[in-house]
């Protein structure tokens, strides 16, 4: 069989060496042409067909040390799939050997001690249904399907970001197989460095088949704030929204969306195709304290459509789904985390969105104050914390003709905001190609040699590879 090298070269491996392999496992092991084989390689965006030699759907730890053993031992580019939400591509390998980590999905819940258990290949929306039958949640993404090991080894924030922090702070140890074929348990009394260096080092360290949060009581029902407002108010509804955000409590969490309303029934149908604002946004506290506090919130000025109202958890933690299918969408992110979100901000980011190539571009830019901003950089590996925002394009389309005119529009777009940042971004937002080894130098800032050194301690050969990459020393 032939495969892919680290190198990026081709090699042949004996047949008999593949079916010992095959028979040393006992999951599913699937090449081109088997059933299961294009289900399995289907990620959330449609910009990428990449087919892996093989791809090994594990139920086991057992089956995750062989298949690092395997790949390592015979040089063959890996990569690791949880949910198959890199925006990248990077949880494929091409024509190499792909960990399938979907079926790693329990949960396990402990109500008393707080805490949950989560396997590797576990869904946002899973996690989420086992930890609210009791009340509680960890704070983590806002699209259900995303998968936990992605969002949470790139550091993960959603609604609850502001009382509770990302999701690398709630975070209290991984079992993790590392290059040299070895289970190890990561805390901040065993491995210590190694557990610092997941908690925002992206997939560089291992494979993580199990982590362990902290969870909190939240819901079952919280209120949401949804107000949309339209696009041609921009300038008052956004600098309305900055000030009040400067004196919201840690309970509020929001964010502001420019985008065209979807053809969906949520919507109605004579607003669905017009540009709008809304001010998303969550209060973890009492639905009676959010709907107090959110109240101005609906109030600055004439309304297009709201959103907003008393909602369950699981409800909030579905509604920015795609209603299409993974895969159908081409997809482009970019990020950037601002220093300042002034006036001069504001109206370049309403003329960028005014001159956009696609209708299924959405502008984001996320309040970041609260609990999460407080964590010093030194503490995990996510690094610098004191931008109080983050600016999203996330730029998606259908027909692939237009995926070069639409990436070159998102970067040159992007590059408009870059003197009002230091150059840093969300590293899980960030699409094929953009930058490489420079982009994520200075992301990662003063923590980056240190990560250089545990990446050389724990895969000087740079196994794992396939993710926002961190060169060993």
Same mark, same amino acid.
């Given at each position: 069989?032939?495969?892919?090298?680290?190198?990026?070269? @081709?090699?042949?491996?004996?047949?008999?060496?593949?079916?010992?392999?095959?028979?040393? !496992?006992?999951?599913?092991?699937?090449?081109?042409?088997?059933?299961?084989?294009? @289900?399995?390689?289907?990620?959330?965006?449609?910009?990428?067909?990449?087919?892996?030699?093989?791809?090994?759907?594990?139920?086991? &730890?057992?089956? !995750?040390?062989?298949?690092?053993?395997?790949?390592?031992?015979?040089?063959?580019?890996?990569?690791?799939? =949880?949910?198959?939400?890199?925006?990248? *591509?990077?949880?494929?390998?091409? +024509?190499?050997?792909?960990?399938?980590?979907?079926? $790693?999905?329990?949960?396990?819940?402990?109500?008393?001690?707080?805490?949950? /258990?989560?396997?590797?290949? #576990?869904?946002?929306?899973?996690?989420?249904?086992?930890?609210?039958?009791?009340?509680?949640?960890?704070?983590?993404?806002?699209?259900?399907? #995303? =998968?936990?090991? +992605?969002?949470?080894?790139?550091?993960?924030? +959603?609604?609850?970001?502001?009382?509770?922090?990302?999701?690398?702070?709630?975070?209290?140890?991984?079992?993790?197989?590392?290059?040299?074929?070895?289970?190890?348990?990561?805390?901040?009394?065993?491995?210590?460095?190694?557990?610092?260096?997941?908690?925002?080092?992206?997939?560089?360290?291992?494979?993580?088949?199990?982590?362990?949060?902290?969870?909190?009581?939240? +819901?079952?029902?919280?209120?949401?704030?949804?107000?949309?407002?339209?696009?041609?108010?921009?300038?008052?509804?956004?600098?309305?929204?900055?000030?009040?955000?400067?004196?919201?409590?840690?309970?509020?969490?929001? $964010?502001?969306?420019?985008?065209?309303?979807?053809?969906?029934?949520?919507?109605?149908?004579?607003?669905?195709?017009?540009?709008?604002?809304?001010?998303?946004? &969550?209060?973890?506290?009492?639905?009676?304290?959010?709907?107090?506090?959110?109240?101005?919130?609906?109030?600055?000025?004439?309304?297009?459509?709201?959103?907003? *109202?008393?909602?369950?958890?699981?409800?909030?933690?579905?509604?920015?789904?795609?209603?299409?299918?993974? =895969?159908?969408?081409?997809?482009?992110?970019?990020?950037?985390?601002? @220093?300042?979100?002034?006036?001069? !901000?504001?109206? #370049?980011?309403?003329?960028?969105?005014?001159?956009?190539?696609?209708?299924? !571009?959405? %502008?984001?830019?996320?309040?970041?104050? *609260?609990?999460? $901003?407080?964590?010093?950089?030194?503490?995990?590996?996510?690094?610098?914390?004191?931008?109080?925002?983050?600016?999203?394009?996330?730029?998606?389309?259908?027909?692939?003709?237009?995926?070069?005119?639409?990436?070159?529009?998102?970067?040159?777009?992007?590059?408009?905001?870059?003197?009002?940042?230091?150059?840093?971004?969300?590293?899980?937002?960030?699409?094929?190609?953009?930058?490489?080894?420079?982009?994520?130098?200075?992301?990662?800032?003063?923590?980056?040699?240190?990560? /250089?050194?545990?990446?050389?301690?724990?895969?000087?050969?740079?196994? %794992?590879?396939?993710?926002?990459?961190?060169?060993?020393?």
């Amino acid at each position: 069989m032939k495969l892919v090298t680290l190198e990026g070269a @081709e090699t042949f491996i004996d047949d008999p060496l593949i079916s010992g392999f095959k028979d040393s !496992v006992q999951c599913e092991v699937l090449s081109q042409g088997e059933s299961g084989y294009n @289900e399995s390689r289907v990620i959330y965006n449609g910009m990428f067909d990449i087919k892996p030699a093989l791809i090994v759907r594990t139920i086991t &730890v057992d089956d !995750v040390v062989k298949t690092v053993n395997f790949a390592r031992d015979n040089n063959i580019l890996l990569a690791v799939k =949880g949910g198959g939400h890199s925006v990248a *591509g990077k949880c494929l390998s091409p +024509g190499g050997i792909t960990i399938d980590l979907r079926l $790693m999905n329990g949960v396990y819940v402990d109500p008393e001690a707080r805490i949950a /258990r989560v396997g590797g290949g #576990t869904l946002l929306g899973e996690m989420d249904k086992a930890t609210q039958a009791y009340g509680l949640a960890a704070p983590s993404g806002i699209v259900s399907d #995303t =998968g936990v090991a +992605g969002l949470t080894l790139g550091c993960g924030f +959603g609604w609850l970001r502001g009382k509770y922090g990302f999701s690398i702070d709630n975070l209290l140890s991984v079992n993790i197989v590392t290059a040299d074929g070895q289970f190890r348990h990561a805390s901040a009394s065993e491995n210590e460095d190694l557990f610092w260096a997941v908690r925002g080092g992206s997939g560089n360290f291992g494979v993580v088949t199990t982590f362990e949060f902290r969870l909190h009581p939240v +819901g079952p029902e919280l209120m949401f704030s949804g107000p949309m407002y339209p696009a041609e108010n921009a300038k008052t509804i956004i600098t309305k929204w900055r000030e009040f955000m400067m004196g919201a409590p840690d309970e509020f969490s929001s $964010m502001v969306i420019m985008m065209t309303v979807p053809e969906l029934d949520t919507f109605p149908k004579e607003i669905q195709g017009r540009d709008a604002i809304m001010l998303g946004g &969550v209060h973890c506290g009492s639905v009676e304290e959010g709907e107090k506090f959110i109240k101005p919130l609906r109030e600055f000025g004439e309304l297009l459509f709201d959103l907003s *109202g008393p909602k369950k958890y699981t409800e909030i933690q579905s509604m920015f789904d795609s209603p299409l299918p993974q =895969g159908s969408l081409i997809c482009y992110f970019t990020s950037l985390y601002l @220093e300042t979100f002034n006036d001069e !901000v504001v109206d #370049t980011l309403i003329e960028s969105f005014g001159k956009r190539p696609a209708k299924l !571009v959405p %502008f984001v830019v996320q309040d970041l104050r *609260g609990a999460s $901003m407080r964590v010093r950089s030194q503490k995990t590996a996510f690094g610098e914390r004191s931008a109080p925002y983050l600016l999203e394009i996330n730029s998606a389309w259908l027909d692939p003709k237009d995926s070069e005119s639409n990436i070159a529009w998102t970067r040159g777009n992007m590059d408009k905001f870059k003197s009002f940042s230091s150059g840093r971004t969300y590293l899980n937002h960030s699409g094929l190609n953009e930058e490489g080894e420079a982009l994520v130098k200075r992301t990662y800032g003063s923590n980056y040699e240190r990560l /250089r050194q545990i990446k050389k301690k724990y895969d000087p050969g740079n196994l %794992f590879r396939l993710n926002q990459n961190i060169p060993p020393a």
